[in-house]
Structure formats: structure tokens, C-alpha cells
């Protein structure tokens, strides 16, 4: 027991650290579209450390049946993960019809974003765990792998930058180029690391509901 927890860890951080190195090294060397495929595959090759860590092998294509129980799965968690972003996002999507685009300058919803953002990889992790234990490590990573390929392209979006610029407008006096080039660089940066952190932190709560199935 000691020595899967063990595993699993040096595999959790150790993938997370090379995976965050390799699409921001890409990314920063040929932009956003390489840094994408490039994560890709390299996400690929993660997974199948996470698969052993499995109780049962996610990825089998040595029985029909099996590779359809296999596809359904996998397409399960990744709707699980999907739908949760989606609802998150229909919650803030109200507010800023609300309230207007205001609330990008409030620190509140700001905070009340974040905390549902978190949320919804946390529940995905929580229930992939609870309906495949036996898959979970595998599927979870799946899924949030496929989060970040369908959501990566938001992170380049200037507009996405421009909505939170009236926060550091007190702290940097007239929003001026160059202030503007640096926030959106370390937004980038931060976007990309911020959505790798969320997926893993879905893995390590997948990892939780097991353990938690397991104790009971």
C-alpha cells in the first residue's frame, strides 16, 4: 500500500513538472498551436504511467467488447468533466449578463469564479472515482487532458486579457503598452499552468474517492 502511494506521488508530480515545462518551453519557442499538439502527445505517453497505477488497464483493444466498454468510459468521464466546466460556466455567463462586464473588476466574483472553476475538476475527479475505481487514475487524466485541448485556445484570446485590466489600473496609473504586454504575457503563462494544475488536482481527487472506496 505504501509503496503505490509512494509511486504515485513521484508519478503526480513528476508528470505535472514535465508536462508544465514542455508546453510552455513549445509555446514560448513556436506558439500556442505546437504547444498544443506537442502537449498532446506528451500527455499521451503520461497516461500510460497513470494506467499502471490503475487497478485495471484503461486502454485495451484485445476484445471487441472490452474496447466498447473501454470507449464508453472514457467518453462518460470526459462528458462528466465537460458538463461540470459548461454549468460553472452558465453560472458566471448569468452574472456578467446581470451585472455587465463590471464584474471582471470586482475581487468578489473574481473569487466566486475561481471557487467554481476549482470546484468543477474537483467533483469530476470525486465522481469518475466513485463510478470507475478500477479506471479512475486513467479516465480522470483523460478527461482533463480533453478539457485542455477544447479550452487551451481561450487562453490566447487578447479579449480574455482586456476584461481584467481595470484591476491593475490603480497599481500601474495609465494602462500603457507596456504594462499591457506583460500582464497578457504572465496571464498566458498562468493560464496554462493554472488549467494543468486544476486537471492533475481532478487525478489526486480521483485518487481520494478510491481510497475512500476502498476503506469502506
Given at each position: 500500500?505504501?509503496?503505490?502511494?509512494?509511486?504515485?506521488?513521484?508519478?503526480?508530480?513528476?508528470?505535472?513538472?514535465?508536462?508544465?515545462?514542455?508546453?510552455?518551453?513549445?509555446?514560448n519557442l513556436f506558439g500556442a498551436t505546437v504547444?498544443?499538439?506537442?502537449?498532446?502527445?506528451?500527455?499521451?505517453?503520461?497516461?500510460?504511467?497513470?494506467?499502471?497505477?490503475?487497478?485495471?488497464?484503461?486502454?485495451?483493444?484485445?476484445?471487441?467488447?472490452?474496447?466498447?466498454?473501454?470507449?464508453?468510459?472514457?467518453?462518460?468521464?470526459?462528458?462528466?468533466?465537460?458538463?461540470?466546466?459548461?454549468?460553472?460556466?452558465?453560472?458566471?455567463?448569468?452574472?456578467?449578463?446581470?451585472?455587465?462586464?463590471?464584474?471582471?473588476?470586482?475581487?468578489?466574483?473574481?473569487?466566486?469564479?475561481?471557487?467554481?472553476?476549482?470546484?468543477?475538476?474537483?467533483?469530476?475527479?470525486?465522481?469518475?472515482?466513485?463510478?470507475?475505481?478500477?479506471?479512475?487514475?486513467?479516465?480522470?487524466?483523460?478527461?482533463?487532458?480533453?478539457?485542455?485541448?477544447?479550452?487551451?485556445?481561450?487562453?490566447?484570446?487578447?479579449?480574455?486579457?482586456?476584461?481584467?485590466?481595470?484591476?491593475?489600473?490603480?497599481?500601474?496609473?495609465?494602462?500603457?503598452?507596456?504594462?499591457?504586454?506583460?500582464?497578457?504575457?504572465?496571464?498566458?503563462?498562468?493560464?496554462?499552468?493554472?488549467?494543468?494544475?486544476?486537471?492533475?488536482?481532478?487525478?489526486?481527487?480521483?485518487?481520494?474517492?478510491?481510497?475512500?472506496?476502498?476503506?469502506?
Amino acid at each position: 500500500m505504501g509503496k503505490k502511494k509512494h509511486n504515485f506521488l513521484i508519478t503526480f508530480f513528476l508528470t505535472f513538472i514535465g508536462l508544465t515545462a514542455i508546453v510552455l518551453i513549445v509555446e514560448n519557442l513556436f506558439g500556442a498551436t505546437v504547444a498544443g499538439v506537442i502537449g498532446a502527445i506528451a500527455a499521451g505517453i503520461v497516461l500510460k504511467y497513470f494506467e499502471k497505477l490503475d487497478l485495471k488497464p484503461t486502454i485495451s483493444v484485445k476484445a471487441p467488447k472490452r474496447f466498447k466498454n473501454t470507449a464508453y468510459s472514457t467518453l462518460v468521464s470526459i462528458l462528466i468533466l465537460i458538463g461540470f466546466i459548461g454549468i460553472v460556466r452558465g453560472i458566471l455567463q448569468y452574472a456578467i449578463v446581470f451585472f455587465g462586464d463590471d464584474v471582471f473588476c470586482n475581487l468578489s466574483y473574481i473569487a466566486f469564479a475561481t471557487l467554481l472553476d476549482w470546484s468543477s475538476f474537483i467533483f469530476s475527479g470525486l465522481l469518475i472515482g466513485k463510478i470507475y475505481p478500477k479506471r479512475a487514475l486513467a479516465l480522470t487524466y483523460i478527461a482533463s487532458v480533453t478539457a485542455f485541448l477544447i479550452f487551451y485556445p481561450e487562453i490566447y484570446l487578447q479579449e480574455s486579457f482586456d476584461k481584467f485590466a481595470c484591476l491593475f489600473d490603480g497599481f500601474s496609473g495609465e494602462y500603457s503598452e507596456d504594462f499591457s504586454d506583460g500582464f497578457t504575457f504572465g496571464a498566458k503563462i498562468g493560464g496554462v499552468i493554472g488549467f494543468i494544475v486544476r486537471g492533475y488536482v481532478a487525478v489526486l481527487f480521483a485518487k481520494i474517492a478510491i481510497r475512500k472506496l476502498k476503506n469502506n
